[in-house]
């Protein structure tokens, strides 16, 4: 038995578990790793610059307030704050070109003959659109950053119930890495 269809096998799953990595959307996270963030005692959140829909904005600054205090923190007036979260949501579509190749023709594989679909021409299956909710949170103490995260999620439905659902999902996901001021979360 020859170890050739072994390492084959072994290739093509590396191969498709990298492929699947490269297409996720997993979030960007990135922080000051000098900041002493057990020092951190409070925060306010700011309102969004692109204020767009109250009710998800609210939505959004109560689930950020609920998970900083669940870290430790807590919510205070602007100026009494030591860190600001400032969060920015936005959507966004992705077209995707989802076509059908067809075609007709003969070949010989291996000791059969048959028949299979080429690719003569190549009709379009329609406009494939997926919507994206983006989110970025940015923690700021005294005009730096010291926390930033972005992701995005993709919106099975464009009602305001799922996107709120999403933006929920997003925050938690986007925010779990943030240190904890205190040990037993």
Excluded: H, W
């Amino acid at each position: 038995m020859s170890s050739a269809p072994v390492r084959f096998f072994l290739f093509a799953v590396m191969s498709l578990m990298l492929l699947s990595g490269c297409a996720s959307n997993k979030p960007q996270i990135n922080m000051d790793e000098q900041q002493n963030f057990a020092a951190i005692k409070t925060f306010y959140v700011k309102p969004p610059l692109n204020s767009v829909n109250v009710t998800l904005e609210n939505q959004l600054e109560s689930a950020i307030t609920s998970i900083m205090r669940g870290k430790g923190l807590s919510p205070v007036a602007q100026a009494d704050a030591d860190i600001e979260v400032a969060f920015l949501p936005t959507t966004a579509r992705k077209q995707d070109g989802k076509s059908v190749s067809l075609g007709l023709g003969t070949g010989v594989f291996g000791r059969t003959t048959g028949i299979s679909l080429g690719s003569i021409f190549s009709v379009p299956v329609g406009e494939q659109v997926s919507e994206y909710q983006n989110l970025q949170i940015d923690v700021i103490k005294n005009g730096s950053f010291i926390y930033s995260a972005a992701g995005s999620a993709e919106l099975d439905a464009s009602d305001n119930i799922s996107v709120q659902r999403a933006l929920s999902d997003l925050v938690r996901e986007l925010l779990e890495p943030y240190p904890a001021t205190n040990k037993a979360q």
